[in-house]
């Protein structure tokens, strides 16, 4: 066999590039890719020794036959991921509880721990108390930001908001929110959205 002469011998490269690629783009499409990349280069389709600016074309290939293989997100690791954009406090260090009601419902918020986290609990108090001021003139706009718009009964809720009562109350842990109404499609309301957030916040809420 010929000497490279310097140039890589990238054959066990192309070959784990080869797969990745065939996986995810379809045996006929893939060899298309192959041959174009191996005639950009000038080379023939078998040859093995690769130019330096051929090595990095065929490595941008694999890392976007990479990129379609990768698994998705999860809407609990989203909502976990993407907590501190509304919400203030550690979700690690923190719990939101639900508990249905005949008349609506109460959510909370509370520290994990037993040991004092006097900061965690004060960020608590304060977002719980600023996002019930906000219920109550019908802004759900931080819950359908993280869960998003089309979370069960925020519509309902939205919309009926003038027939409910919000009160925001603080706790010696954290603090809560209760959801009032004599209307029993808002108290369904509240319950399909109290079981939604329990569905998305995964094992950073439980029911009461």
């Known amino acids: ?5 310097g140039t890589p011998d990238a054959g066990p490269f192309l070959h784990a590039s080869a797969s990745l690629l065939q996986a995810a783009f379809g045996r006929l499409f893939f060899l298309s890719q192959c041959r174009g990349i191996a005639y950009a280069c000038g080379m023939h389709a078998s040859t093995f020794h690769l130019h330096a600016p051929c090595v990095r074309l065929l490595a941008a290939a694999t890392l976007l036959a990479v990129s379609t293989l990768a698994p998705a997100q999860t809407p609990q690791e989203h909502v976990h991921g ?11 260090r923190t719990v939101h509880v639900f508990r249905m009601t005949d008349d609506g419902g109460v959510q909370k918020v509370v520290v994990r721990s037993e040991a004092a986290q006097p900061q965690q609990v004060a960020m608590i108090q304060h977002h719980l108390a600023s996002e019930a001021a906000q219920f109550q003139q019908g802004n759900f ?14 519509r309902e809720l939205q919309a009926g908001v003038a027939q409910m009562r919000i009160d925001y109350r603080a706790l010696p842990d954290g603090g809560e929110i209760r959801f009032r109404s004599h209307d029993t499609k808002l108290v369904t309301a509240v319950h399909r959205w109290f079981g939604a957030q329990l569905s998305e916040h995964g094992a950073d809420a439980r029911a009461e």
């Open 1 to 5: 066999m010929a000497e490279s002469h």
């Open 141 to 154: 706009g931080d819950p359908a930001h993280l869960h998003g718009a089309g979370m069960p009964g925020l």
């Open 82 to 92: 993407h907590g501190h954009d509304v919400m203030p406090f550690d979700l690690a």
